[in-house]
């Protein structure tokens, strides 16, 4: 059963004309979900929502009876989990507008894996099928998860090729996550394998939601926003492929694409993402010299070799976060004169910032 609060934040979420916007604000007002969902009128307007859609809402919500989507939530083992939970995704807390709320199925420790999405055409070629299932079999070996996003074609064999080699994936809907609602139906065996395999399944849209054709943007974004790169493999010009590499680029994430036939609609996609400057792929080599070579470079411009005794005290305490010299004083144990000459000299070699304020960061 979920929790008494973020059950009335379920219920919020029911009544559609609510977006990420309208939560933010209620978040904001009330010091709980459940007050918010309870609220007057006077008070909805004064947390920032419009009168006429506070009015609707007062109006609706007597059908939208949170007993009951607990009760509906329970007997289908759907959990819920909200932006500033420990075990939210990190990576995707960072992108612009991401959802306040995720409904799921299995293991949601894997929000915090080291993921990579791939998606592609629904009518793929056996070419697809073969560059799939070798690209998702090494990534497997190689521990990433892997993220899709359940459709016919290219996702579901992402998604059954990384279970055939006991791998780990997240599926991504565009619809409700529960049975009734799941979208395509043809997959729910492949949900239910999921799930059954240490697996998981999310979905930021309410209990009963249809696949309605603008859910598919606000999905594929979630898609990349959970993984550090995407990869297109196969797809037409046009299509919910290319959507989720141009959130990726948005996200400042990586954009990996497979070349294909030139004279094959689906590998026009890719095509034109090679083009267009997405790294093009012939083997998973490719996708971890780019990965690790990001993060190899990430770690020795963030590794600080101290110098001195003084240096020591010092990087100990130091973060991306500015902290200011009067804490570190405090921390370090060195008096203010010796603080100020050694972070001086630490400037100055380009070792950490100077943020003004009498702050201070590791670069």
């Not at 008494?4 to 977006?19: A, T």
């Amino acid at each position: 059963m979920p929790s008494k609060d973020i059950i009335y934040l379920v219920s919020l979420n029911h009544f559609l004309k609510f977006g990420q916007s309208s939560l933010k604000k209620l978040k904001n007002f009330f010091p709980s979900w459940r007050e918010a969902f309870l609220s007057s009128l006077g008070n909805l307007i004064q947390a920032g929502i419009k009168e006429s859609v506070a009015s609707e809402f007062i109006t609706t919500r007597v059908d939208i009876i949170p007993q009951k989507i607990a009760e509906m939530m329970a007997k289908e083992n759907i959990k819920a989990i909200e932006l500033e939970n420990e075990d939210y995704s990190r990576l995707l807390s960072e992108i612009y507008n991401p959802p306040i709320l995720l409904l799921y199925k299995g293991n949601i420790s894997l929000l915090n894996t080291r993921s990579l999405g791939i998606v592609g055409a629904r009518k793929n070629t056996s070419y697809g099928q073969q560059v799939s299932s070798k690209l998702c079999s090494d990534l497997v070996k190689n521990d990433f998860t892997i993220v899709s996003g359940l459709a016919l074609g290219i996702d579901s064999i992402a998604h059954n090729i990384t279970l055939d080699n006991n791998g780990k994936t997240i599926a991504v809907l565009g619809s409700g996550i529960d049975n009734a609602s799941l979208y395509p139906s043809q997959n729910r065996y492949l949900a239910n394998k999921i799930i059954n395999n240490n697996g998981l399944i999310i979905s930021e849209f309410t209990l009963g939601s249809l696949p309605l054709r603008y859910n598919f943007p606000m999905r594929n974004r979630i898609i990349s926003g959970l993984s550090l790169g995407t990869l297109v493999i196969e797809s037409a010009i046009k299509s919910g492929a290319l959507i989720t590499a141009r959130t990726a680029l948005e996200q400042n994430r990586e954009v990996f694409a497979v070349p294909g036939n030139i004279f094959s609609l689906v590998s026009a996609g890719p095509n034109t993402l090679i083009k267009q400057g997405a790294i093009p792929v012939t083997s998973v080599d490719t996708i971890l010299e780019t990965l690790d070579l990001k993060r190899l470079n990430s770690y020795i411009n963030n590794k600080i070799s101290p110098e001195t005794k003084e240096e020591e005290k010092i990087i100990t305490h130091l973060s991306h976060e500015p902290i200011h010299v009067d804490e570190l004083v405090r921390l370090s144990g060195l008096s203010t004169a010796e603080l100020s000459s050694t972070l001086t000299l630490m400037e100055m070699r380009g070792a950490i910032k100077n943020f003004g304020g009498m702050k201070y960061a590791l670069l």
